[in-house]
C-alpha cells in the first residue's frame, strides 16, 4: 500500500478535495468518474453535455492521483481542437494548481513522487499565461503533470515530430507523451481523423507490449455515433417538472443547467448575401435590452459586415459595445482581450466570461467565428447566428444561457433557398439537414413561436436521430488515413532529418484529408532575429544550418502567432511588400516548414498572386521593421509600425508580462548584473560573423553580442543549485547526473534490471568528453583537467570562450568506444549492454537510428574501429525497439535525458550516488 493510500484509506473526502481544488461541489458523474479512476477503470469516451464542467476532469485525475498514485498515469495530456482561442481548460488548470498549494495535506503527496526538486509537484503547460508550451512537464518523467495542447502540438509530438522542436528533443516529447499517460480528447467529435490516430497509437503500444500505459478518453458533448459512453448519471438525466429553487445541491444545478430556457427561432433571408444584413438587424432589435448578445457567423467577411452594420451612426451602437474574436487574431492581443481582470481585460467580452459578473448594464456584441464555438467558457444573454451544421450549431446553443439562470431567444438565420450551384456540397447539404432536424425540436411552453432548445431538449432529439441521419447532418468527414506500423517506424527514426521515402507529412494524419472546401491556413510571426540576422551573418548561419537551431532555443508559443487562410496571407504579404519596396528593398522573411527546418525568401516574392503555395501549412516569421500588425493583433498589410506596439513577444509571457526568455545585447559575453542571478546563457550570437573580412563591421562593438537567456532554475526546500554560469568538473556532473537517474528509476518504480542499466548510462554518458579536442573546444585553458561544462574559472572569475575546432565530433560516439572499456560495463548480458550502450549514444538526440557520417569519428579510434561502432548504432536501435516499442524505448531515453538536463542545469539531486 503506498503513502497516499495509507493517509485517505478507502473512504477518502473526494468531495471536499474537489471543492477545495475547483471552489465548487462535485456534481454526481463527477464522483462517479472519480469511482472509476480510482479503480483503475479509465473510460474511452465520455459524452457530457455543454455547461456540466468537463474540464474538470483535470481535478478528478489529480485527486485520483492524490489518493491512488498507484491507479493513474503520472501525466494528463489534455488536447484542445485547434480552433481553440480562448482556452478555459489553461484557467482551470492554473486555477487547480494555485489552490493546491494552499493544501500541504494534498501537496505532499505529490511532492513525494517527484524525483528532481521542484518548487511546486505538479508541472503545467498551458495554451496562454506564464506557462505557455514551457518545458517543464518534461523535464522530470516522475513529476505529475498537466500538458495543455492543440491537435497539432499534441499530434506532432506523439508522432516524433514535433512542430517548434528539433530532430534532438522530438523522441523526448514522444516518450513522455505516449507513456503513462491519461490523454483527454475534448471535442473529439470535431477531430476524427486524430481520434482513429489516438486509437492506432493505442493499439500498437498494447501489440508491442509497451510497458508504460497510453490511456486515451474522448470528450464529446456532440458525439457523432453513440458508442455507450460515459454519461450523467441516471438521477442527473432525469429532472422532475418542477425545479428546487433556488437550486441547493449539485444535482439541483445539473438539472437547472440541463433544461435551460433557451427559446430557438428559424428565421429565413431571401438570399445569402443577405444572411449577415439580417443578423445585424435582428441583433439591434435588442440594442436597448442591457443584453450580452452573441453573434456567430462563418466567415470573416460576415464579420466584418454584422460589425459595421452594429456600429452604423444613424441606427447602430457606439464601437465600444461591440467585439470580435476570431481564430486570425495573434494570441498576444488575444489573450489581453479575454482576461477576466477588470484592469486589465476588455469591458465588453467580459460581460460574457461566467466567472467574472459585471454592474455595467449596456447592451454589448460579441461576434464571434467558429473561434468562439470550442474550448471557450462564455454565456450569452440571447444569440443570433447564421446556419451551420450539426455539431457546429449544437456548440454554438451551448453558449447561450449556459446557467439556465433565465430565458435566452435564439435566432438561426439561413436563406430561404438553397444555392443550386452548390446542391451537390457536403457543407451545404449537412447545413439543409440540420435545419430540417432543428424543425423537429418541441414547441417552448414558456414563449410563443419558438423550439426548446434546451440542453434535455437537444440530447433527448439526438437520441432520435439514426447513424444515417447524424452523419448528414454533421460537417462532412475528412478523408482519414490509416496510420501504420511501418509508418511508426518511420517517423520514430528522428535523426534522419532529411527527406526519407516512406515517411509522409503527419499533417494529414492529424487532420485527414481535408476536404475540398476547406481552404490552407498560414502562421504569422514577429521576430527580431529576422532583422538582425542578415547579410554575412545570415549566410554563416544558413551555411551550418543554424537557423532552425535558433527556433529550437527559443521556440514560437502559442501567444506569438496568429492563423489565417492562406490566400489572405499572401494579400498581405503583398501589402507589405508594396508599402517597403523603397525603402527596404533587402527585406527578407523566414519560412518556417512542419518539420521545423527554415528557408529564407526575399519579401518580394509575395508580390507575386502564384506564390499562394509558397504559405500552404507553413510558418512565416516577419521583421518587426516592416509592420504589418494592428492595435488589435490583426495581420493588416497597410500597418506601418507602429511605435509602442510589440512585434517581438518572445520575452513575454504570464500576467506580469515577466517572460522565461530574455534575449540583450553586450559588448562582451556577460550576462548583465541584473540578470546574472536570474538567467542563464542559452546562446551567444555574434553579429559580426559573417563579416570578418569588411574592414567596416555591420554594428557597433558594444552590440555585437546577443545573448539569449533563459531564467535559472531556483534553490527549493528540497534542494540546491550550482553557483551560476561557473564551469563544472567532468566528475561533478557525472555525479549529479547518476543521483538523478537513481532517484527518477527509484520513484518510477523500474524493475531492477532496467534501473541498474539507466544509472550505469548516466555513469558512462559523458566518457567521450575525455578528449583534449573537445575540451579545446569548449574554451578549457587546461584541457588535460576534464570539464563537461565550460563557464566562468573558478580561479580566475574569467569566462571561457569556445573555439571553432572539430565541431563534427559528438562527445556520445566517443562515450561508445570508452563504455565498453569499463568493468561494471563487461559484467553486463548481451541484453543490458545494447541498452546501455544505446542511452547514451541517443542521449542528445543522436542514434534514432544513426549517426550521420560526418560524426561517425573518434579522434582516439582508428576508422576501421569507428566505422564497426557506427554500423552497430542502427543495428542496435532496431533491436532495442522490437524489444520496448517505438515510445518504450524512447521514454527509457527520456530516463537519462531528464537527468542529464536536471543536471545541466545546475540543480543538485536528492540522492547522491
Not at 491519461?182 to 510497458?211: G, S, T, W, Y
Not at 446556419?387 to 449544437?394: K, N
Request: hydrophobic share 35%; with cysteine; charged share 30%.
Amino acid at each position: 500500500m503506498n503513502c497516499t493510500q495509507q493517509a485517505y484509506g478507502d473512504g477518502e473526502p473526494f468531495p471536499a478535495i474537489f471543492r477545495a481544488l475547483t471552489g465548487n461541489p462535485p456534481f454526481p458523474w463527477q464522483e462517479s468518474l472519480y469511482e472509476k479512476f480510482i479503480q483503475g477503470e479509465i473510460p474511452p469516451a465520455a459524452d457530457l453535455p455543454t455547461g456540466m464542467g468537463k474540464t474538470s476532469v483535470v481535478a478528478i485525475w489529480l485527486i485520483a492521483l492524490i489518493t491512488h498514485a498507484d491507479k493513474m498515469p503520472r501525466r494528463l495530456v489534455y488536447v484542445v481542437n485547434r480552433r481553440t482561442v480562448v482556452d478555459q481548460t489553461t484557467a482551470e488548470v492554473e486555477r487547480v494548481r494555485k489552490r493546491l498549494e494552499e493544501y500541504p495535506e494534498w501537496r505532499n503527496p505529490l511532492a513525494k513522487l517527484c524525483a528532481i526538486p521542484a518548487d511546486n509537484p505538479l508541472a503545467i503547460s498551458t495554451l496562454r499565461g506564464q506557462f505557455a508550451d514551457n518545458r517543464e512537464w518534461c523535464a522530470d518523467p516522475a513529476r505529475p503533470a498537466v500538458i495543455v495542447g492543440t491537435v497539432d502540438m499534441i499530434g506532432s509530438g506523439l508522432l516524433f515530430s514535433r512542430y517548434t522542436c528539433g530532430f534532438k528533443t522530438r523522441p523526448h516529447h514522444a516518450a513522455l507523451l505516449g507513456q503513462d499517460v491519461l490523454l483527454v480528447h475534448d471535442e473529439a467529435h470535431l477531430e476524427p481523423a486524430f481520434q482513429r490516430l489516438l486509437i492506432a497509437i493505442k493499439n500498437e503500444q498494447e501489440r508491442c507490449n509497451e510497458f508504460r500505459e497510453f490511456h486515451v478518453m474522448a470528450l464529446s458533448a456532440t458525439s457523432r455515433q453513440e458508442q455507450n459512453p460515459f454519461s450523467l448519471t441516471p438521477e442527473e438525466k432525469s429532472p422532475p417538472n418542477e425545479l428546487p429553487n433556488p437550486p441547493t445541491e449539485p444535482l439541483h444545478i445539473v438539472w437547472q443547467r440541463l433544461k435551460a430556457k433557451k427559446g430557438l427561432k428559424l428565421q429565413p433571408a431571401v438570399k445569402r448575401s443577405e444572411v449577415a444584413e439580417q443578423i445585424a438587424r435582428l441583433a439591434l432589435l435588442r440594442k436597448a435590452s442591457g443584453k450580452a448578445v452573441l453573434i456567430f457567423v462563418r466567415t470573416i467577411d460576415d464579420v466584418n459586415r454584422v460589425r459595421e452594420l452594429l456600429t452604423d451612426k444613424k441606427e447602430g451602437v457606439p464601437g465600444d459595445q461591440v467585439q470580435v474574436l476570431t481564430g486570425t487574431m495573434r494570441g498576444w492581443e488575444r489573450d489581453k482581450l479575454v482576461k477576466d481582470d477588470p484592469a486589465k481585460g476588455d469591458p465588453v467580452f467580459r460581460r460574457f466570461l461566467l466567472k467574472t459578473p459585471s454592474d455595467d448594464r449596456s447592451t454589448v456584441y460579441l461576434i464571434c467565428t467558429s473561434a468562439g464555438e470550442v474550448g471557450i467558457d462564455i454565456s450569452g444573454d440571447c444569440m443570433v447566428c447564421d446556419l451551420a451544421s450539426l455539431d457546429s450549431l449544437t456548440q454554438r446553443l451551448g453558449r447561450v444561457n449556459r446557467r439556465g439562470e433565465g430565458a435566452a431567444e435564439i435566432d438561426v438565420v439561413y436563406e430561404s433557398d438553397a444555392d443550386p450551384k452548390l446542391k451537390d456540397d457536403d457543407w451545404e447539404k449537412a447545413r439543409w439537414k440540420t435545419l430540417e432536424i432543428m424543425q423537429r425540436l418541441p414547441q417552448c411552453e414558456w414563449i410563443e413561436g419558438r423550439h426548446n432548445a434546451s440542453p434535455l431538449a437537444l440530447r433527448e432529439l439526438n437520441l432520435k436521430l439514426s447513424d444515417e441521419e447524424r452523419t448528414a447532418a454533421f460537417a462532412p468527414e475528412p478523408i482519414c488515413l490509416p496510420a501504420t506500423d511501418i509508418l511508426f517506424d518511420a517517423w520514430a527514426m528522428t535523426s534522419i532529418r532529411d527527406t526519407l521515402p516512406g515517411r509522409p507529412p503527419i499533417a494529414p494524419y492529424l487532420h485527414g484529408e481535408p476536404p475540398e472546401w476547406e481552404l490552407p491556413e498560414t502562421y504569422v510571426a514577429w521576430r527580431d532575429e529576422v532583422d538582425f540576422i542578415k547579410d554575412g551573418l545570415l549566410q554563416y548561419c544558413q551555411s551550418e544550418d543554424l537557423l532552425a537551431d535558433l527556433l529550437e532555443d527559443y521556440p514560437l508559443k502559442p501567444h506569438e502567432l496568429l492563423r489565417d487562410r492562406s490566400y489572405r496571407v499572401r494579400e498581405q504579404l503583398a501589402q507589405i511588400w508594396k508599402r517597403v519596396a523603397e525603402k527596404e528593398p533587402e527585406a527578407m522573411v523566414w519560412i518556417i516548414e512542419a518539420d521545423g527546418s527554415v528557408t529564407p525568401k526575399p519579401l518580394s516574392v509575395f508580390a507575386d498572386k502564384e506564390s499562394d503555395s509558397l504559405l500552404f501549412g507553413r510558418t512565416i516569421l516577419l521583421p518587426p521593421s516592416v509592420g504589418g500588425l494592428s492595435d488589435n493583433g490583426l495581420f493588416d498589410g497597410k500597418m506601418e509600425k507602429q511605435d509602442g506596439l510589440i512585434y517581438d513577444v518572445t520575452s513575454k509571457d504570464g500576467e506580469n508580462e515577466d517572460g522565461t526568455r530574455r534575449r540583450v545585447f553586450s559588448s562582451d559575453q556577460k550576462i548583465p548584473v541584473e540578470l546574472a542571478g536570474k538567467f542563464r546563457l542559452s546562446r551567444v550570437i555574434d553579429r559580426w560573423r559573417g563579416s570578418e573580412e569588411n574592414d567596416d563591421q555591420p554594428v557597433p562593438a558594444e552590440v555585437r553580442y546577443w545573448l539569449w537567456l533563459e531564467k535559472r532554475c531556483t534553490p527549493t526546500d528540497k534542494g540546491g543549485i550550482r553557483a551560476p554560469d561557473q564551469a563544472v568538473l567532468l566528475t561533478d556532473h557525472t555525479t549529479d547526473v547518476q543521483g538523478h537517474a537513481t532517484e527518477i528509476v527509484h520513484k518510477l518504480a523500474l524493475p531492477e534490471s532496467l534501473s541498474h542499466c539507466v544509472v550505469l548510462a548516466a555513469q558512462f554518458h559523458d566518457l567521450g568528453k575525455r578528449r583534449v579536442v573537445w575540451q579545446r573546444r569548449i574554451g578549457n585553458p587546461k584541457p588535460e583537467v576534464w570539464y563537461a561544462k565550460s563557464g566562468r574559472d573558478s580561479a580566475t572569475g574569467k569566462l571561457w570562450i569556445p573555439r571553432d575546432i572539430c565541431r563534427d565530433y559528438r562527445h556520445e560516439f566517443g562515450s561508445l568506444r570508452d563504455a565498453e572499456l569499463e568493468g561494471a560495463f563487461k559484467r553486463l548480458g548481451a541484453d543490458q549492454r545494447d541498452l546501455v550502450l544505446h542511452l547514451l549514444a541517443a542521449h542528445h538526440g543522436r542514434a534514432r537510428p544513426h549517426f550521420p557520417i560526418e560524426e561517425a569519428d573518434d579522434p582516439e579510434s582508428t576508422p576501421a574501429d569507428s566505422e564497426a561502432i557506427a554500423i552497430e548504432v542502427p543495428r542496435r536501435f532496431a533491436r532495442l525497439q522490437r524489444r520496448f516499442g517505438r515510445w518504450g524505448l524512447a521514454y527509457l531515453e527520456s530516463l537519462l535525458r531528464a537527468a542529464d538536463y536536471a543536471a545541466s542545469a545546475g540543480i543538485l539531486p536528492k540522492t547522491t550516488p
